[in-house]
Each structure stands twice: as C-alpha cells, then as structure tokens.
C-alpha cells in the first residue's frame, strides 16, 4: 500500500492544482459550443501531462531506494519493509502516466455534460481490476496487484480517450446521444 501511495503523490499534485483549471476552461469553451479548441485543449493538456507524469515517475523510480528509505526506515518499518516497496514501486509507477491521462479524460467528459459515463467506467475499472488481480497475482504475487492497478488505470484512460473523441465528433456533426 506504501508503495502505491508513493507512486500516487505526482497525480496528487495534479489532481490539486491543473485540474479544476482544466474542467473550467473546457466547461467555457464546451459551453460556448468550440468542440474544436476544447479538443485542441485536452490533446495539448494530455501531451503534457503524460510527459510530467513519466518524467516524474522515471525520476521516482531512478531514487526510489534513498527516497524510501529516507522517508520510511524510521520507526516502525524495517529494511525488509522498505526494500519489499522499493521492489513493488515501479510496478505502481507504470501507471501513474495512464492515471494522470484518465484524470484528464474524467473532466473532459464532465465538462462535456457527459457523466453517464462514469457508471460503465466504474464498473469496467472494478471487474478489470478483480480479473486482473486474480491472475497476476497469482502469476507475479504482489507485483501483480501493483502491475494490475497500472494495466487498469491504462486501459481506462484509452477507453476514456476513444468515447470522448466519439462524442466530440457526434457533437461536431450535431447528433447528440
């Protein structure tokens, strides 16, 4: 669990300061019907984000073992705890790109008024994690479920992807599902 929270805290920043930016200009430029520049905005938006996300993982897991054990061999945790996270970290941080992609995407489609798709993601994100844990950790043990989370958070944020470009493109040629 360490281990996933560590991967988790360069989306954590995300999530607190380019997010709600994000959702309110693409809220206006939805609102005032420029489909075109609120595309442009999420592509322009993802590119960067994506590219943060994997530049700040490399980076985590590049120092991931005077990191982890600056921050977690005092106190409680030993060394075992400390070098089992640093083994499951980069398994986590696989995901962290895909994740901050999805967190892109989840606003995209708020803004575009588009919130029934949140159920079917929800459902799709639990059964492919419960599909994937089973399997993979019994295959992997522990690196399965962390690997697991990543494959689930990437395959989200493609789904999340194709829908939003096929409802830009219902929305561009005036069909509204």
């Known amino acids: 669990r360490y281990s996933g929270d560590v991967a988790s805290i360069p989306t954590s920043l995300l999530q607190a300061s380019l997010l709600p930016v994000l959702l309110s200009y693409l809220s206006d430029d939805f609102g005032a019907g420029s489909v075109q520049k609120a595309r442009a905005t999420v592509h322009r938006t993802l590119i960067w984000v994506c590219s943060i996300l994997g530049v700040a993982s ?17 106190g409680q945790m030993d060394a075992i705890g400390v070098e089992r996270m640093t ?81 830009l493109a219902r929305e561009r040629a005036g069909v509204i599902a």
Do not use: D, Q, W
């Open 58 to 74: 490399l980076i985590v897991c590049l120092v991931r073992v005077p990191l982890l054990r600056l921050v977690f061999l005092r």
């Open 87 to 167: 083994e499951l970290l980069p398994y986590h941080l696989v995901g962290v790109a895909p994740f901050g992609a999805l967190l892109v995407l989840a606003r995209a489609h708020v803004a575009l008024k588009n919130s029934r798709i949140m159920l079917g993601m929800g459902l799709l994100n639990a059964g492919m994690n419960v599909v994937l844990n089973v399997v993979l950790m019994n295959v992997m043990g522990l690196r399965g479920i962390a690997l697991s989370t990543s494959l689930v958070h990437a395959t989200i944020a493609v789904v999340f992807y194709f829908r939003l470009e096929s409802r």
